[in-house]
């Protein structure tokens, strides 16, 4: 595997993590009106990404494969959650 490989499946992996977590983080400030969270926009959206590439990288230890559902549903599960307790301030 070359270098370009390495990183494309290094982007792959962490791809949903960043797409859940810049949804959580968007989606509230498109309400008008909407509450300012715990931390700053662009810590929210760093901690966001971080705990879903741990959820990620636990699956993965977990399962010895990248890609399971349980997985995939366990990232939502965390964001939201992170999201939920942020935006609760």
Request: proline share 3%; charged share 10%.
């Amino acid at each position: 595997m070359n270098f370009i490989a390495l990183i494309l499946h290094l982007a792959n992996f962490v791809a949903p993590a960043l797409v859940v977590g810049l949804l959580l983080w968007g989606a509230p400030r498109l309400k008008p009106g909407a509450r300012r969270g715990r931390w700053g926009a662009w810590r929210e959206l760093l901690v966001q990404w971080a705990v879903g590439v741990a959820v990620l990288l636990a699956g993965l230890v977990i399962f010895g494969r990248d890609s399971v559902m349980v997985t995939y549903a366990a990232l939502v599960l965390f964001q939201g959650s992170l999201a939920w307790w942020a935006r609760r301030a």
